[in-house]
């Protein structure tokens, strides 16, 4: 409203500024790829057609309010994807994808300030938390050349492999690899003859450092993935430490591994491990209790970093298996002994055997993920190939690779950057 000041008891004059009368809603449906939206305004979002991405105002102000609305009840099929435009969403950076899916969703959204920025005060689905942006680049590292090795190659974010990188760290073969903190890396465990329990970060540059004292019990022939919202810690689990074991081993977002914890699931060694759903981890195939009884079996780890008992296996069982996580939510477990491929649906599913593409059988190798939804395996017994895997899971045919050639190393994501 506005109008002049009544009362004026001490005979000061001045207007009343125009305060809003509730929302504005703007009666042009948005069906545009992409749309600018304005505070104090409420919006109608069409994605019959294509996606949307939301730009928020670039500046805010506490108490500032915008809604938005699924029209056609199709955020499902074309999602939302909101743009932070520099400032805070639930007090995570703009470099944060958040994104509704939820057909009939409305989102209502309240500015607080600069540490938490923009909150949705109601968003029918709660759980839409910002997603923290995609690993671009992967490493890998240690294993076996005709000795133990230190060496390193770096994945680009386009899957181009580099030369080699002088090593830094305990020439070691057979250790495990992770993500953590969103943007770094760590490799852990591995034998030099004998099982160690060393642990080397690697920076969102690609950078190793020196070895660090580990956690828990020395042990090799174990694998690794990433788990929870954000993906930014991880879990080592399985592996031999004289015998083969179940003992699991959790990594927080600063790269710190902690103590054993108790086993679940039948002990083996020379598995592999992918992060599925967005948020959890499988861990499947290896040599169960001999090396002559290869495993089908898989465990699944939810989000927050339990292990599951045994599954009864899908697929031929074989050893010597590696495994990455693809198309942002599915995995895939492909060639060791024999030489197949499986893909995991983001529901933790294992398919059926498809044959494997390019050299195989092939046992020992390593895979990471890159460009935020693709793969490529790397190495095994022999052979300095590796293989990409796009998007929806289709597995390449052989690339030379470039550098040694290397088996029972470990690879692992970096850098959110390209």
């Known amino acids: 409203m506005s109008g002049t000041i009544q009362n004026n008891i001490s005979n000061q004059s001045g207007s009343i500024a125009v305060a809003p009368a509730g929302l504005n809603w703007v009666s042009d449906v948005v069906t545009a790829s992409t749309v600018t939206v304005v505070a104090g305004n409420g919006y109608w979002i069409n994605t019959t057609s294509n996606a949307c991405t939301i730009t928020l105002p670039a500046e805010a102000e506490a108490g500032d309010n915008i809604i938005i609305v699924d029209y056609a009840r199709t955020w499902n099929t074309n ?47 709660v759980a839409e938390v910002p997603s ?38 305990t020439t070691r073969t057979q250790p495990m690899a992770v993500s953590f903190g969103g943007d770094k890396g760590l490799f852990a465990f591995g034998t030099t003859g004998s099982n160690v329990n060393t642990r080397n970060l690697v920076n969102n540059s690609g950078v190793v450092a020196a070895d660090a004292t580990g956690a828990g019990t020395a042990k090799s022939q174990g694998a690794a993935a990433n788990y929870g919202v954000g993906r930014n810690i991880g879990i080592i689990a399985y592996g031999h430490s004289g015998s083969y074991t179940n003992t699991a081993n959790l990594v927080n977002s600063s790269g710190v591994v902690g103590s054993d914890v108790t086993g ?34 898989s465990n699944l780890v939810s989000n927050l970093g339990v292990v599951g008992s045994d599954r009864s296996g899908v697929g031929t069982a074989r050893s010597g298996v590696a495994a990455a996580s693809y198309g942002g939510d599915k995995a895939i477990f492909a060639y060791g002994d024999p030489g197949n491929s499986n893909l995991v649906s983001n529901t933790g599913v294992v398919a059926a055997d498809v044959s494997s593409v390019g050299t195989s059988p092939r046992e020992n190798l390593s895979a990471v993920n890159f460009g935020g939804d693709k793969a490529i395996f790397f190495g095994g017994s022999g052979y300095g190939l590796s293989n990409l895997v796009n998007s929806s899971g289709v597995v390449a045919a052989d690339v030379a690779a470039v550098g040694s050639d290397r088996y029972n190393h470990a690879g692992c994501g970096f850098s959110t950057s390209a």
């Not at 703009?94 to 209502?108: A, E, I, L, P, R």
């Not at 923290?132 to 492999?161: D, R």
Request: proline share 4%; net charge negative.
């Open 79 to 125: 999602n939302v994807t909101l743009d932070s435009n520099g400032l805070n969403f639930q007090g995570n950076d703009d470099t944060y994808t958040v994104k509704y899916s939820t057909d009939g969703q409305s989102v209502n959204l309240i500015y607080s300030d600069s540490t938490k920025g923009w909150i949705p005060l109601e968003d029918d689905v």
């Open 132 to 169: 923290p942006p995609p690993t671009q680049k992967g490493i890998f590292a240690f294993g076996q050349i005709s000795n133990n090795t230190n060496i390193s190659s770096l994945v680009s974010s386009s899957g181009v492999i580099s030369a080699d990188v002088n090593g830094v760290g």
């Open 264 to 297: 679940v699931g039948s002990a083996r060694g020379v598995l592999g491990a992918a992060s599925y759903g967005g948020d959890k981890a499988i861990f499947a195939y290896g040599y169960a209790a001999s090396p002559s009884a290869r495993s089908n079996i």
